[in-house]
């Protein structure tokens, strides 16, 4: 397989179908092995039953469901843990990011990177449509915070965007270490791939502010509580698991 996609979903029954339609139509102009790994985050609506039916009349998609909802950064890592493919990518059900920009991810795996992200925040970054100034401003104190909270991040101008590519096996020992199961995830996974030495990449990709966006403002204090755990975490050994990880070196 060469490459598993992973689509967090919570009420999403009007827009999953046209995500992962758009999806297999671009994969399929690659001629890429692939997999759609569509993850229903204890949806309200009719989600996971619209994943099913995607399901039944294509097996590249795979139906998961969480049960109940738990977030993002749980139903992440659920479809990675899930994976198979040499590659893994998670992207939104809006597709903010386009599709195509894989391949601008790929080419730095192809060079040798281990983890390669989307960013808003470069200079060759194409914003489409911005976010609301306000949006751009906390988001931008975030990003301060983050790099002032977690040294390992230092020099990363957009941990946040839901835009990621891993190697497989790369995603399949890291993820099990992860401890956020909301917004937070972002930043703590590219921590934990730093610190065992794995290969970063921050990529400027094309990106469309969502009008449907699920972050609120109460999140935005929630995700410094969770910046706060990651660095407490990391202060107790919390990530230190060289039985089922090990450096990069190692392997």
């Not at 977030?71 to 899930?82: A, N, P, S």
């Not at 894989?102 to 200079?123: N, P, T, W």
């Not at 194409?126 to 306000?134: H, I, R, V």
């Not at 931008?140 to 096996?169: H, M, S, W, Y």
Request: aromatic share 10%; net charge positive.
């Amino acid at each position: 397989m060469d490459l598993s996609i992973v689509i967090p979903a919570f009420n999403e029954e009007h827009d999953i179908e046209s995500c992962v339609t758009s999806i297999i139509s671009y994969l399929e102009g690659e001629k890429l092995q692939f997999e759609i790994l569509a993850i229903d985050d204890g949806s309200t609506d009719h989600t996971l039953e619209q994943i099913r039916k995607l399901s039944a009349r294509d097996p590249r998609i795979r139906a998961l469901t969480n049960g109940s909802n738990h977030g993002k950064g749980y139903t992440v890592r659920h479809g990675m843990l899930e994976s198979t493919g040499q590659e893994v990518l998670f992207t939104d059900v809006d597709l903010s990011t386009p599709i195509r920009e894989y391949l601008k991810l790929k080419e730095f795996l192809d060079q040798g990177a281990d983890v390669a992200f989307g960013s808003r925040a470069l200079a060759k970054s194409q914003l489409k449509k911005k976010q609301p100034w306000y949006r751009i401003y906390l988001g931008r104190l975030a990003n301060k915070a983050i790099q002032a909270v977690v040294p390992a991040l230092r020099g990363i101008k957009d941990t946040q965007c839901g835009f990621k590519l891993f190697r497989g096996e790369v995603a399949r020992r890291i993820f099990p270490l992860q401890r956020i199961e909301r917004w937070g995830f972002d930043f703590e996974i590219l921590h934990i791939a730093r610190k065992y030495g794995y290969k970063v990449v921050e990529v400027p990709v094309e990106w469309s502010h969502s009008g449907d966006t699920r972050i609120r403002f109460r999140d935005y204090p929630r995700t410094l509580q969770e910046l706060i755990r990651v660095r407490i975490a990391e202060s107790r050994g919390l990530y230190d698991e060289p039985e089922t990880i090990g450096s990069k070196s190692a392997h």
